[in-house]
């Protein structure tokens, strides 16, 4: 995948709070995430506190090692360097930030468009790079254990970009610009959710290979999915598409990301080595490739119900 190097980025949605202005103060946390799933770190460390007897909060969010002590509520952003750094495709082909904040103004410029022709209003959410520990506006706080995540109380997207790294040297995924999209993509997915009202369908702590969540996540990929079969047409703020490309090789490794961070997968190789359906949240490799390949090959938001159908794959 490549951006085209003349396009403009628009880095105001973007919030960098990696300059300590994102939390601090004590280890570990908790998040609520309401229908945002815990993050694909957080899975992992879900399924070896299950084995030993423990297990996510009552509340919805997620109890992570360390202790339980919050993070401030205050949070403040320094977006200069972003600003100054990122102001075309050419700097999202070469610098990681300005890459996620190229595939954010696709995906704003896809949605926008998918909601005005639906005679919806779109309102983009706000994506937050952050370092370590992250204070929300509505979901509590959450360390980088919990992987990316969206937060439905503030309507916000939450990453700490070395997460790409852990995909590629924990996971074994591929990586690649195509595979990192997907995942801010999926998180895009949860938004979409929200903005429909269809997350509020799922109870919180909902698990099982049917279950509620696990339909929300599979639904999350597959529009990742749609904007990924959009992104080489839609235009953005400049008026003109960012992603000049994307290639089958893009593709395969989007497909074998979606296949490392299924529950299975993590159950069998990252956790303690037995698959349990009964704790599935976010469905298996087989059937996150499937949905993502769904919204891919058809482009069709509409094919993504998988809250309707009883064959999830």
């Known amino acids: 995948m490549r951006f085209d190097e003349n396009a403009d980025l628009d880095t105001s949605t973007i919030d960098d709070l990696r300059g300590g202005g994102g939390g601090g103060g004590g280890v ?32 919805g969010g997620f109890a992570l090692p360390g202790g339980l002590s919050a993070l401030p509520a205050g949070r403040s952003a320094d977006n200069t360097q972003i600003a ?3 102001r075309t495709g050419a700097d999202a082909n070469s610098n990681l930030d300005c890459e996620v904040t190229a595939v954010v103004n696709s995906l704003d410029g896809y949605w926008s468009d998918a909601f005005a022709r639906s005679g919806q209003t779109y309102t983009a959410p706000r994506t937050n790079f952050f370092s370590g520990q992250v204070s929300t506006g509505g979901c509590g706080s959450a360390t ?5 995540f969206y937060c439905p109380g503030d309507s ?22 195509f595979a990192r999209a997907y995942v801010i993509a999926h998180e895009y997915g949860h938004h979409i959710q ?12 909902d698990s099982g290979p049917t279950s509620g ?27 003109r598409p960012l992603i000049t490309d994307v290639t089958d090789a893009d593709v395969a490794a989007a497909l074998d990301t979606a296949a490392r961070i299924g529950d299975d997968y993590i159950q069998s190789n ?7 359906r009964s704790q599935f949240t976010h469905g298996s490799s ?4 499937k949905w993502f390949t769904t919204g891919y090959r058809t482009g069709d938001p509409a094919r993504c119900d998988t809250f309707s159908t009883n064959n999830l794959g």
């Open 270 to 276: 990252l956790g303690g080595g037995r698959v349990d």
């Open 156 to 177: 916000e997207v939450y990453i700490d970009l070395t997460f790409f790294q852990e995909l590629e040297q924990r996971f074994g995924a591929q990586g690649g610009p």
């Open 84 to 86: 100054e750094s990122c």
């Open 194 to 205: 929200n903005l429909l009202g269809t997350n509020r369908q799922v109870r919180s702590g």
């Open 213 to 239: 969540s696990v339909r929300l996540e599979l639904q999350a990929d597959c529009y990742a999915g749609v904007w990924g079969n959009h992104a080489t047409t839609t235009p953005t703020a400049s008026g």
């Open 28 to 59: 570990g946390g908790r998040v609520a995430l309401g229908g945002g799933g815990l993050g694909i770190v957080g899975l992992i460390l879900f399924f070896v506190l299950s084995s030993l007897g423990g297990g996510g909060g009552s509340s």
């Open 286 to 289: 087989a059937q996150r490739e």
């Open 144 to 148: 980088s254990d919990v992987g990316p």
